[in-house]
């Protein structure tokens, strides 16, 4: 193999179908048991729980799957292992070049990795926190760590072309990558 690959696993979750088809479920849940002619409260509650705890591992089920990301030097392979219901996603390779930049947003039920592209797309990876914390975790800084080399490499490139006497745009396309990057730079006078 020429060159070095990095194999990520990442349980994800569409948190918005599942979040919908929950609250619908609940309604239809109250009118399946308002129909039962049920009298005693009790069962009607420990129903009712079971019910909807039962829908809500169902949901759970069927709007999680997992992603298989292939870290490569200039692309990032994504592909679905178990594909859940409803996801934007598709298996795809991204160029490393294509991207523009990046955010992670910490979240308590998902967190999100969102890779703005150069033609104005955007993927956002939803990742399980509810499952797999951990793990998840580990894998989002991997990926992280992995595209803050990759935007430090690109720097560095740039600040190469800034030796040889280049126009100014590089300069400022230096400090607007900072900037994403969250990075304090010098004050220029």
Avoid at 39 to 61: C, D, E, K
Avoid at 147 to 175: D, G, M, N, Y
Wanted: proline letters at 3%.
């Amino acid at each position: 193999m020429d060159e070095n690959v990095l194999h990520l696993k990442a349980k994800t979750l569409s948190i918005l179908p599942f979040g919908i088809m929950y609250m619908i479920s609940l309604p239809l849940l109250g009118i399946l048991l308002a129909q039962t002619g049920i009298q005693n409260n009790l069962l009607i509650y420990i129903l009712a729980f079971t019910i909807t705890m039962l829908s809500a591992i169902i949901l759970f089920r069927l709007f999680s799957g997992t992603l298989l990301l292939e870290l490569r030097n200039e692309t990032i392979k994504m592909d679905w292992i178990k594909k859940p219901i409803y996801s934007s996603i598709k298996s795809q390779t991204i160029n490393l070049n294509d991207i523009n930049h990046w955010k992670h947003q910490e979240g308590k039920g998902v967190n999100r990795l969102k890779i703005y592209l150069k033609n104005y797309k955007k993927i956002c990876i939803e990742l399980d926190n509810i499952s797999n914390s951990t793990k998840n975790h580990e894998m989002a800084n991997t990926l992280k760590n992995f595209l803050i080399a990759k935007e430090i490499k690109k720097l560095f490139s740039i600040s190469i072309l800034l030796e040889t006497k280049k126009p100014v745009e590089h300069v400022t396309q230096v400090f607007n990558q900072l900037r994403l990057l969250n990075l304090t730079y010098p004050k220029i006078n």
